[in-house]
């Protein structure tokens, strides 16, 4: 008889102290491991040299050239912790992202499985090739629409939604939903979504999730996210939900 596959609790997008996020690598893979989770991404920021939000003169910020080897020791290190101790499968990645004080040129896309570090200094679509090559999954993140408004200047990414067309196959998956914001536009053009934490602090740790029917290893996840095969969403309000049965 052919046995159905338990859907895998995924958290896509989530960055760490390597970037803007609040907890370690350690620490964010304790929170999702004691919370019942199967999948956690690390994707934390690559930004250009020249991004717009950085002081003038000040050092790179997020995951760059010199300490990406750095990023992705940590990371495979904690994978084989998360895998023994909470049985969750850390995946590597990053956030390609493309700032610009124009949010109409303005984008970013969550490289999901991506072990070679992709920079963005040659504008967005050259890295998603990239990142695609190097075995990645392609994610369009939080997608907004002209007019609406971000948390901050550098979440004013409205490229994605006006440009859609074109990018579409350069990306495999667009956010739905970024933590409980909805970016309704991706349902009514059919593209294949997601929902994604782009977790940040603790209480990132609830909102819309994805759910998917695959096993779980690295190469299956990314090749069923990069498949045309639906992903499945979930709302997670409270960590007494994620109690697993006895």
Known sequence: MRRKIEPLLCELHAHTRWSDGALTVRELVDLYGRNGFDVLAVTDHVVRRDD???P???PLCGVHGANHAAYLAE?????ERARREYDLLLLPGLELTYNDADPLAAAHAV????????????????ALV?????GATLIAAHPYLQGDRGSSPARATTRFSREWRELRPLVDRWELFNRYELFGWVAERGLPAVANGDFHRPEHLHGWKTLLPCVK???AVVDYLRSAR???????????LLERAA
């Open 52 to 54: 717009p939000w950085l």
């Open 217 to 219: 290893s690295e190469d």
């Open 111 to 126: 490289a999901v499985g991506c072990r070679t570090f992709v920079g963005v200094d040659d504008g967005l679509e050259p």
């Open 56 to 58: 003038p003169g000040g």
């Open 75 to 79: 990371l495979l290190a904690q994978a």
């Open 130 to 134: 990239r990142a695609r090559a190097e």
């Open 230 to 240: 639906p992903a499945f969403l979930t709302r997670i309000d409270d960590v007494v």
